[in-house]
Structure formats: C-alpha cells, structure tokens
C-alpha cells in the first residue's frame, strides 16, 4: 500500500541520494542498497533492472552483497514469531546497508565507467494495483506466498541438517568423538571469527556455532537454534545477554549457500546476457555480505 502511494520510493531515493553523496557510490548501488531492508535480496534489483544490462561487474558486486548483508521486511514478522528482537534487526539491516557498500568496494573495486555515476535513479512510480485495496490484497497474497516458502525451506533444510548430524554422530562414535554434529565443526572454523566480535569468552564456541549453522542453512534455522528450549531448558540459559545480542546482529542477514543460488536464478532471469557474470561474482558477494553483517555486530559490541 505505501509503494503504490509512492511513499516507498520517496523513501528509497532519499535515502539512495544520501548514500551516493556521503559514499560516492553510483545511483544503482544506491538505490539497491537503500531498498534491501526493505523489500529483499531478489526485488531490490527489479528497481534498476532498465540498467541491469549495462551495470559494471562492481555495481552488481555491490548491489548482491547489500541483498546478502541484510533481510527483507517481508521475513520480520517470521523472526518475531521465533522471538528474535525486532529492534535488534531492524537496527542491523540498516547498519549493514553502508558497510555492504563500503567492504564491496574493498573486495571489488569499480574499473569501469558507470553509467549512472554521481546521479541519482528514480525507482518505478506505477505499480499493478487498481487502487489501495487491490493493493493491500496483493500484499497480503505476495506475503502469505513467502511465509509459505519460507516454512518449507525452513523445513527441508532443517531436515537436512538433521540427516547430517546423525551420519557425523554415527561415525563419531567409531573414533571417539561424542555427539559429533555439524555445528560442532563449523564451531570450530568460525571460532577465531566470534572471538573478534567480542563474544564473552565461555559463550565464543556457542555463537561461532550459530554463525556457522546460518551460512550453510539459512538465518532462519540458526535463529531458530538461538531460541530452541529444550527439556525446559533454552540455548540462551548458558549465554550472556551481550553474547545473545551480538548473535543476534551477526545472525541478520541472507549469507548462506541457499541465497547464492536464489540470487544467480532471479539475477540471470533478470538479464540472460549476464547470468555469467553473476555466477562468477555470487560467491564473493555472500562472504563480503556475511563480513559486514558481522562488521555490524562488532559495532554494536563496541558500544555495549
């Protein structure tokens, strides 16, 4: 209802227009960026997509690793539901619009010649709706469309978690490692990194389980581990308040293996012509995304 009031482009270009001044970033990148809290990592794109076919290799860098370094507002109410703080979220997602854009840069420097370099783009003014209530009914339809997908992903990646974790308990028990489960492992690997977001020492190997739970399933099901009760007893019992708050910042985000994929569908349908240039820079563009969400989550340790 507010984007076919024109309300949410309003927003997006004034916000798109302080990022491309303060950040000398160009108008699509702006743009993108501003928009990726708001409305995810696949729609954002479809406000510049008459420029798509000729943005440089940087800008769709760029414009990737804001969808990876954020989540949309049509997924909020499903990590309420869970119990996540949805101050919290909100606060990272729009943290983690600049430090998308500043580390892209960093790991894809511009060495083109930008078509919309220093002017702002306008997103798209008409929408399909007849009026407010053909909006309003659309979004109700396009929201319930993505819970639905989501409660499925949820599901079948849970799933497959499971079936990992019992193959690596089973063979765990043949060389004496007990509960062997793929969280242990990427516990392990993402350890040196939770130790630099300033995790208190005793809650370092929970957290760096979670954040590695979240890149090789989604955010969804580490969050949902971050609030699993158990036996009456809840994940978050042994954990510091500070270490639930930084897990909860370096958790917001749609860096993971599923969203490669997500991204290179939508993105290669968008524009054929440039599929494989989005297939050769996906990879890049989800670490740089997971990197500034976690840079968010340092900030935010800092302050505490």
Known sequence: MVYYLGGMQWLLKKLGWVFC?????????????????????????????????????????????????????????????????????????????????????LRYPE??????????????KHTDEANILHALANGAAIGLNISLLVAANLIAVVSMVQLINFFLTWFGQFITINALTLELILGYVFYPFTWLLGVPGKDILKVSQLIGLKVVSNEFVAFQKLKEVVDGVAYTDDMSSRAATIAEFALCGFGNLGSIAIQIGALGSLAPSRKADVSRIAFSACITGVCATLMTSAIIAMVM
């Open 21 to 105: 001044k303060i950040m000398d970033t160009s108008g699509v990148e702006s743009i993108v960026a501003a928009a990726s809290p708001f409305i995810g990592q696949n729609e954002n794109v479809l406000l510049v997509k008459d420029y798509f076919e000729t943005m440089t290799n940087s800008e769709i860098h760029a414009c990737m690793t804001a969808g990876f370094a954020t989540i949309s507002g049509s997924t909020l109410q499903g990590y309420i539901a869970i119990g996540v703080n949805p101050k919290n979220i909100i606060t990272s997602c729009i943290m983690s619009i600049p430090c998308s854009l500043a580390l892209s840069k």
């Open 111 to 124: 060495t083109e010649a930008s078509l919309t370099k220093g002017k702002m783009v306008d997103p798209p």
